[in-house]
């Protein structure tokens, strides 16, 4: 049973495509964060939300708490977004669920 | 450069040995966590730190693993008897512990281990 399910797994895109990742999940939580993996495995945090939408840059998150559902949008996508995206959902803000990852490949 | 750090970056090591991880989190930082990642797959928590106390444990975490922090700074991460199926990522993430669940997580760069 997966708490955190994220469409697409795989992703490729023309270089200026605009990009949606979706994430859904099956808990009661506190946070949704977005994440960003690239090759070799450094993590970096996109956002962090418990509610409504935030942008930075080029990126945007979106979260509907109702319908429990997250989305990250990426405008203008460009080669150097191409990582893994991930999902992690936080009940109590001590344990996290993840997402398996959406692999994003963004062509020139 | 005052982020997360993780030794050794890799391991390779023959099954039924012992190992052990070490992460230096931001200084910080009152929490810290471990998780585990499989190839294609996302991070699995194991263990959770407030300062010293372990206050959660995630049931992946079986008797052959033991994790401590016992000054409230860097964490040990302990496998042993290792098995193949213990081959991974081990990640070490830090955060501040002043926002709650929107405490900005920040991640080490992990080691990787394999057992043979």
């Known amino acids: 049973k997966n708490e955190v399910e994220q469409s697409p797994q795989n992703l490729t895109a023309q270089e200026g495509e605009f990009i949606t990742i979706n994430c859904s999940y099956s808990?009661?939580?506190?946070?949704l964060h977005w994440l960003q993996q690239h090759p070799g495995g450094g993590i970096v945090s996109l956002f962090m939300l418990s509610s409504g939408k935030k942008k930075h840059g080029r990126l945007i998150a979106t979260i509907n708490i109702q319908e429990k559902h997250s989305s990250l949008h990426i405008t203008a996508s460009h080669p150097r977004d191409s990582a893994v995206y991930i999902c992690a959902v936080s009940p109590t803000g001590n344990q996290f669920y993840f997402g398996t990852g959406t692999s994003l490949t963004v062509i020139p | 450069d005052t982020g997360v750090s993780q030794d050794p970056r890799h391991k390779i090591t023959k099954r039924g040995q012992n190992v052990t991880f070490r992460c230096d989190p931001i200084s910080e930082h009152n929490r810290l966590y471990w998780y585990r990642q499989t190839l294609g797959q996302g991070p699995e928590f194991l263990t959770y730190?407030?300062?010293?106390?372990?206050?959660?444990k995630s049931r992946l975490l079986s008797d052959r693993f033991s994790a401590e922090r016992p000054k409230g700074s860097f964490s040990t991460l302990e496998i042993q008897r290792t098995e193949q199926g213990d081959s991974a990522m081990y990640l070490c993430?830090?955060?501040?512990?002043?926002?709650?669940?929107?405490?900005?997580?920040?991640f080490g760069p992990g080691t990787r281990l394999t057992v043979l």
């Open positions: 993430a830090s955060s501040s512990g002043l926002a709650g669940s929107l405490d900005e997580q920040f």
């Open positions: 808990v009661g939580i506190s946070a």
């Open positions: 730190f407030q300062n010293e106390a372990q206050l959660e």
